[in-house]
């Protein structure tokens, strides 16, 4: 992971921070059924209110924002926030990531954990967070099931599970899926 003027490289993906020229794409994709469906609310975002949001989020440090690349052609969106009130990324004990690949090409498949991973590496190891925090519907089995292989663990249970990772479970969890993406690709015979 190498860390670039407001980006991330790795595991076959790149995360750039996100910019004023990103926020109609990632309001068209949020608003698609296929990924709204999967979101806590599932209200349809007006370009006006896309506006207003990014205008809140561009300079807080609480959290930042990014859009998903692979091979150079942006496939979705993500982001990390301070888990607790009053602290901003760089002092976070605990982290919220979140993520969504709009893209159906690859969506269901192994590069859906690259930017997990690449995400999840930059909050434990440059941001130092003690751990990972998410929210996820218990609908949403295939989230639940992801973030299970990525080694969190659910700590409430109802309509909207609370699930967490420390940084030892998510070395263990991860070895194979990590070793597997950061293999050199292979020439192929045409």
């Not at 990103?22 to 949020?30: C, F, G, P, S, Y």
């Not at 479970?169 to 991860?174: G, P, V």
Request: aromatic share 8%.
């Amino acid at each position: 992971m190498t860390l670039l003027s407001h980006s991330l490289n790795g595991y076959q993906v790149q995360l750039k921070s996100m910019s004023q020229a990103d926020i109609e794409q990632v309001r068209l994709w949020r608003n698609d059924p296929q990924v709204a469906q999967h979101m806590l609310s599932q209200d349809s975002i007006s370009a006006e209110q896309q506006q207003a949001w990014f205008n809140k989020i561009k300079d807080d440090k609480r959290q930042q924002h990014f859009v998903i690349n692979y091979k150079g052609q942006a496939i979705g969106a993500a982001n990390i926030r301070a888990y607790f009130q009053g602290e901003n990324l760089h002092n976070a004990r605990a982290i919220e990531p979140g993520l969504y690949i709009a893209d159906e090409r690859y969506r269901g498949n192994i590069l859906a954990f690259s930017p997990t991973l690449l995400l999840n590496d930059y909050c434990f190891e440059v941001l130092g967070a003690q751990k990972l925090m998410a929210v996820v519907k218990a609908s949403n089995t295939a989230a639940l099931n992801y973030n299970l292989k990525l080694g969190y663990q659910v700590e409430k249970s109802g309509d909207l599970l609370e699930i967490s990772l420390n940084y030892a479970d998510y070395q263990d969890s991860t070895k194979g899926l990590k070793a597997l993406l950061n293999r050199p690709a292979r020439a192929t015979k045409d």
